[in-house]
Structure formats: structure tokens, C-alpha cells
């Protein structure tokens, strides 16, 4: 439960504090004040193993060693000169293209998520062709909260409708077909329908997508969904524009989760766990992509924090890390842990509709019952706040939580968390039976 220091300080600041937080945030009321690996502790004392990695940020866990004093030293020497060159950036550079597939072999470094997606979106504008004046996007996509980002995905707010010129495509949501079909008799439909919708469509000039939806609650594709549609839109000139911005770095088991789907993307947006939770976001592309004249332009990759030292410094200490530690195996091989134990949590709780995910990032779908598959958020959010009395943190949207544990979890760690977890499932339950 929040203690009385925490009470104290959530009072306060509540007074100028502007509404509108999180949702976990707001149910959760907590206040945290350290972090150490698996572990954040709260104003009263309290540890809380975090299954959601500050918010799928801290792949290292909190305050990595490395990272701390990679960014303390860089904090003494120099931390913002516009987009010049530092003397870190040759060998992120360099990092980089030892990480990612061989084509993706360009860079440009911003600060958020959001910020990366609006420049992908400037250089498919771009390079669009005369006629291809329009973009694509899947459904229950999200891909940040600013203008750019809102109108690819039909974000409305308020009165104000931002549809813009983008065309939205079927996700493969099988678990809540908008088809009404079942996999995989359904052919893999939605595929399908994206392929006449977007990737055929002359005048389309890119596919914007999360290859594994995450806001949407780890919406996983099944086989075949991309292979279709990639193909499409590589023999039709419509570029793949992958939006990794939750999945890069290793979250799924492999550096990119495109790489794991079979996705060739054209270009690549990364930020959460690139830099452990610091202010970094990468865009990454094929040359012949980021090479044209007309994005070459002076200021096209540039912004006031892009290129910062500071967030060079996180980004290398932690690929660095990454790399050398081999935490990516270590991500696959904690996953198949986490799908075996989380099977056994949706055979024993008819309140789980659906369990899905890859490496460290999965999604639990809580339903009022298995037959009718009404969704049950406020039981999903009495098992997020009732796991947070216990000792677990956990990432809450809607009916969905969120597991997305840092890759350097212990299997003990691991263990723990999901016997909570399972505490938390049980406890909920009865209290509202």
C-alpha cells in the first residue's frame, strides 16, 4: 500500500500538478525513489521487482554501472553543441552497423520515440514519387502522441479530426479477428486485405508499422502475415518503415523484431532501450534511402537535442553492454522461460483471455469470461495495483498487462515475479467473485 511519505508528496504536488498521467501511474500511486537493477525502491522503503523496465526503457535494468558513469563523465566534459560531432559518434556509428542488418547502414540520432517517427515521415515525404502522396498504417497502431504520429493512425482529440492522408490496414489481432475468421483457417485474411489496400495502391508511398504492436497489447503476428505483405510492398515501390521504437535493441530475442518476423524494413525507428531510459532515438535506413538529395538538405536530421552527448554516451554504453554480454540470447532464453510459465498461468486462470509475446515483452488479456471475450479492465487493474502491494510492477493499458522485464533479470528473479503475478491473479479474482 502507498505509505504516508508517499501520500504526503503525491498531496503536494497534486496541487500545481497537471492531470492526465498514465494510467498505471494514476491507479498505482507510487512514488518512486531509487532504482537498482530488477529493483525500484519507493519514498516509504518498499521494493518492487519491475516487470515493466521504467516504461520498457531499461533493458540493463536501473542505473546500469556502466551507463552511470558513461554519463557522468560525459556530463563533465560537454553536453550540447547542436548536431556537431563528438567525439563518441564515429563509433556509435560503428556499433550500430555491427548490430543491425547490413543494409540498414545509416543514422541519424534524435531524442524520443515520437521525434524519430516525424522524421521518418519527413523522409517519406521526401522521397515519395510524384503521385504517391499517401501513407499506410495498421489499426490499433501507436506511434506517438504528436501531430505527425496522431494522423497515421486516425488519432482523434476532442472535436479536432486528424486523419490526414494516411490508409489504415488490418492488424493481425487474431485473438479478436475484425473478420470474424479463425487462424490459421482464415488464410491470413488481413494480410490479404493490407496487400489491396496499401501495398498495391499507386499511389501509396510507405507502410508504417510496429511488427509487433505494443501499445495495442503485444499484438503478435502470426506466420505469414508479413511475409505477404513485405513482399507486396517491395515489388510495388512502397517502402517498409518499421517503427521499433518498444521492440529495438533485443526486447523480442533478436536486435530488431523485424529480423525475427523476416521484415526487410526500408528504415527503422529505435529509442526506449537504446540509451537505458535516457532521451535517445535513432532512425536507421538503407543508404539509398537516407542518401538522396532530397535528404541531404542542411537541417533535415537536425534538432535541438539530436546528436546530444549525453544521449550518445547512454546509447553506446549500452549497445556496448548488450553486445558483449550477449543479453539478447539471454533475452530468448528467459522468453522460453516466461512462455512456460505463463502458459501454465492462462490454464489455471479462466480469466485470461489470451497470453502472447516473444522474448521479454508479453501481453496478458483479461476477459469476463473465455466464451464471450468481453474485456475486463477493472479486473486487470485490480491485479496490476494488487501486484504492486506485493512487491511487483507491471505495465497496465486497459484490459492488457504488460510484462517486459529487464534483460538482465535473474531466472530466481524471473521465478518470483510470476509466482506474484499469479498471487496477484488469484487474490483479484476472489475479491471480485
Known amino acids: 500500500m502507498t505509505g504516508p511519505r508517499q501520500r504526503d508528496l503525491l498531496a503536494r504536488e497534486a496541487v500545481h500538478l497537471a492531470p492526465g498521467a498514465s494510467e498505471e501511474s494514476a491507479l498505482g500511486g507510487r512514488v518512486f525513489t531509487d532504482g537498482a537493477g530488477t529493483v525500484l525502491t519507493d519514498a516509504d522503503g518498499n521494493d518492487y521487482l519491475d516487470f515493466a523496465a521504467g516504461t520498457l526503457t531499461q533493458s540493463l535494468g536501473h542505473c546500469h554501472p556502466e551507463v552511470v558513469a558513461a554519463l557522468t563523465a560525459q556530463a563533465q566534459r560537454l553536453w550540447n553543441v547542436h548536431d556537431f560531432a563528438t567525439a563518441d559518434r564515429a563509433e556509435l556509428c560503428e556499433l550500430l552497423a555491427a548490430l543491425l542488418p547490413a543494409e540498414l547502414d545509416t543514422y541519424a540520432f534524435f531524442s524520443t520515440g515520437a521525434e524519430v517517427v516525424e522524421a521518418a515521415l519527413r523522409v517519406v515525404a521526401a522521397v515519395a514519387p510524384?503521385?504517391?502522396?499517401?501513407?499506410?498504417?495498421?489499426?490499433?497502431?501507436?506511434?506517438?502522441?504528436?501531430?505527425?504520429?496522431?494522423m497515421l493512425v486516425h488519432w482523434d482529440i476532442g472535436n479536432q479530426s486528424l486523419a490526414g492522408n494516411s490508409v489504415l490496414g488490418y492488424s493481425p489481432y487474431c485473438y479478436r479477428c475484425p473478420l470474424d475468421l479463425e487462424y490459421p483457417s482464415c488464410g491470413v485474411r488481413c494480410a490479404d486485405l493490407v496487400r489491396r489496400h496499401i501495398a498495391d495502391k499507386p499511389n501509396i508511398s510507405a507502410l508504417v508499422f510496429e511488427p509487433v504492436l505494443g501499445a495495442a497489447g503485444v499484438i503478435v503476428p502470426p506466420p505469414g502475415y508479413w511475409e505477404r505483405i513485405g513482399d507486396?510492398?517491395?515489388?510495388?515501390?512502397?517502402?517498409?518503415?518499421?517503427?521499433?521504437?518498444?521492440?529495438?535493441?533485443?526486447?523480442?530475442?533478436?536486435f530488431l523484431a523485424s529480423e525475427g518476423l523476416g521484415i526487410e524494413p526500408d528504415l527503422v525507428t529505435m529509442a526506449k532501450?537504446?540509451?537505458?531510459?535516457?532521451?535517445?532515438?535513432?532512425?536507421?535506413?538503407?543508404?539509398?534511402?537516407?542518401?538522396?538529395p532530397e535528404t541531404e538538405r542542411a537541417g533535415s536530421t537536425a534538432s535541438t537535442f539530436a546528436s546530444n552527448p549525453?544521449?550518445?554516451?547512454?546509447?553506446?554504453?549500452?549497445?556496448?553492454?548488450?553486445?558483449?554480454?550477449?543479453?539478447?540470447?539471454?533475452?530468448?532464453?528467459?522468453?522460453?522461460?516466461?512462455?512456460?510459465?505463463?502458459?501454465?498461468?492462462?490454464?489455471?486462470?479462466?480469466?485470461l483471455g489470451d497470453v502472447r509475446g516473444l522474448?521479454?515483452?508479453?501481453?496478458?488479456?483479461?476477459?469476463?469470461?473465455?466464451?464471450?471475450?468481453?474485456?475486463?479492465?477493472?479486473?486487470?487493474?485490480?491485479?496490476?495495483?494488487?501486484?504492486?502491494?506485493?512487491?511487483?510492477?507491471?505495465?497496465?493499458?486497459?484490459?492488457?498487462l504488460r510484462l517486459a522485464p529487464p534483460f538482465t533479470l535473474r531466472p530466481s528473479e524471473l521465478d518470483r515475479g510470476l509466482d506474484l503475478l499469479d498471487q496477484a491473479i488469484t487474490e483479484a479474482t476472489e475479491v471480485g467473485s
Request: glycine letters at 14%; one cysteine or more; aromatic letters at 4%.
Open 130 to 150: 510524384a503521385g504517391r502522396n499517401r501513407v499506410g498504417a495498421l489499426r490499433h497502431g501507436f506511434h506517438g502522441k504528436t501531430q505527425g504520429a496522431r
Open 232 to 254: 507486396a510492398c517491395r515489388a510495388n515501390g512502397v517502402l517498409l518503415v518499421a517503427d521499433e521504437v518498444l521492440t529495438g535493441g533485443g526486447r523480442t530475442g533478436t
Open 273 to 292: 532501450g537504446m540509451a537505458s531510459g535516457f532521451p535517445f532515438a535513432v532512425l536507421a535506413g538503407r543508404h539509398e534511402v537516407l542518401r538522396q
Open 310 to 351: 549525453l544521449g550518445i554516451s547512454a546509447a553506446l554504453a549500452t549497445l556496448t553492454v548488450l553486445r558483449r554480454d550477449r543479453l539478447v540470447d539471454q533475452v530468448r532464453v528467459l522468453g522460453d522461460v516466461m512462455a512456460d510459465r505463463l502458459a501454465v498461468l492462462h490454464e489455471r486462470h479462466p480469466v
Open 359 to 400: 522474448g521479454l515483452l508479453w501481453g496478458l488479456e483479461f476477459v469476463r469470461d473465455r466464451t464471450s471475450r468481453v474485456a475486463d479492465p477493472q479486473l486487470a487493474g485490480n491485479v496490476y495495483r494488487r501486484a504492486l502491494d506485493l512487491g511487483l510492477r507491471t505495465a497496465l493499458g486497459g484490459h492488457i
